[in-house]
């Protein structure tokens, strides 16, 4: 596939899931990545991804818990990608 050229955060599948679901994004160079799990009310739930990674096409399994390990409630729930400069949210959906 070679090597993205821009950044992008694709759409995760399976959507709506239970019990994980997978979250690509694509870097077109090296850079410094944090991809997060949040509630609707903004509040930070899991960090999947905290590191530099290289350029090219990555994912990242959501398996429905918090930082703790807790399961999440059924809901909505947005997914961030920040890597440098670039920032894109998107939404999934948990079912229980």
Do not use: C
């Amino acid at each position: 596939l070679g090597i993205p050229r821009d950044f992008a955060l694709g759409a995760n599948y399976p959507n709506p899931f239970n019990p994980e679901t997978t979250i690509g994004y694509q870097l077109p160079a090296a850079a410094q990545v944090r991809l997060e799990i949040y509630d609707v009310l903004g509040q930070r739930m899991r960090t999947l991804v905290q590191q530099v990674e290289p350029a090219g096409y990555h994912t990242a399994v959501w398996d429905g818990r918090d930082d703790g390990g807790n399961a999440l409630a059924g809901g909505v729930y947005l997914y961030r990608l920040q890597a440098d400069e670039f920032s894109q949210v998107r939404r999934l959906l948990l079912l229980k």
